[in-house]
């Protein structure tokens, strides 16, 4: 009435327990004033702030980063935990391109996924390695989405990127340890396997490939006849069943020839049950055939002196007397 200027503004009603948004009008020496229910647009917007606020809540705990940019890379929305992967701040990111921190090795291949997922605006999926800005890199989890505006077109992408450096690492250990059991197996001159339940190998080292080829995921009766597969089925069983090792002696058909092994079979064991078969096996022809030979060579010797007209014997040398 002072300002003679129309006022708009909204006020809480508490009778009626309601949200009104009020117009009032200076009219000559009065005041006309309307009032219009906005409870339903409130009520909205309410809603809307508790949802605004319960995202920033988790956006900003969260253990994942997330990144949200717009096509020219400015960023829309970062929270502290990708900033802490990449070591760097929401301005350092901000109209950064995504090859200034990502590792050389997945430039090339993060770019074409890029390019070839941006045009349909499907989601994808990779690990790569972010680059820091002192040289050092992190391996990520990294799922990239597109937002679309109302006519469809992609107007800007959301990272989440997740951290698993660890796992890598762990994965780096596991590939070391069973190189070096390669190597270590390898040199070896005796057949080393490992089987599952299902006999089936898992593992074979050199000696075993050279002699009878490439044997992963397959069993005995790819190799060998039913009978001779069945031997080694049955001592299989027999470690599988019992949890006992044994040792067998085995002929074992190698390029045609029956070879004399000795194998020695024990239960493969993960948190306490039993998942399958080790053995080592060494091939004793050779030295069962030179005792055979040296035995028939006493048995003959033997015969010959038991069949001389005359005293043989033999006496242990003659020690010097100590004087």
């Not at 009219?27 to 702030?49: K, M, P, Q, Y």
């Amino acid at each position: 009435m002072a300002e003679n200027a129309t006022q708009v503004f909204e006020a809480y009603y508490p009778p009626l327990s309601a949200w009104y948004e009020v117009h009032a009008v200076p009219v000559e020496d009065g005041l006309t004033v309307f009032f219009r229910n906005i409870d339903e647009r409130f009520n909205a917007a309410e809603a809307l702030r508790a949802r605004e606020r319960q995202l920033a809540t988790v956006f900003g705990q969260t253990m994942v980063g997330i990144l949200h940019r717009d096509l020219n890379q400015q960023v829309l929305m970062v929270n502290q935990r990708f900033c802490d992967i990449l070591g760097r701040s929401r301005d350092e990111l901000n109209g950064l391109p995504m090859q200034a921190f990502t590792h050389a090795d997945h430039i090339e291949a993060n770019l074409a996924l890029f390019r070839q997922h941006v045009q349909t605006g499907e989601p994808f999926q990779i690990e790569k390695r972010y680059l820091r800005p002192d040289g050092s890199s992190v391996w990520c989890a990294v799922n990239v989405s597109f937002v679309r505006d109302d006519a469809g077109k992609v107007v800007s992408t959301i990272t989440v990127a997740e951290d698993i450096s660890g796992r890598k690492a762990a994965e780096e250990k596991v590939r070391e340890g069973h190189n070096l059991l390669q190597v270590l197996t390898d040199s070896i001159q005796d057949l080393i396997f490992v089987k599952d339940r299902n006999g089936r190998f898992v593992f074979a080292n050199r000696s075993l490939t050279e002699k009878c080829g490439p044997v992963e995921g397959l069993g005995d009766r790819h190799f060998y006849s039913p009978d001779v597969a069945k031997g080694f089925e049955d001592g299989d069983r027999r470690v599988l069943t019992s949890g006992e090792p044994i040792t067998v002696e085995e002929v074992i058909p190698i390029g045609g020839e029956r070879r004399k092994f000795q194998t020695v079979k024990v239960p493969w064991r993960r948190d306490g049950e039993i998942i399958g078969v080790i053995g080592v096996s060494r091939d004793l022809t050779e030295r069962l055939e030179a005792e055979a030979e040296l035995s028939e060579s006493r048995r003959q010797l033997t015969t010959l002196i038991d069949n001389l007209p005359g005293l043989v014997y033999r006496c242990a040398p003659m020690l010097p007397w100590p004087f």
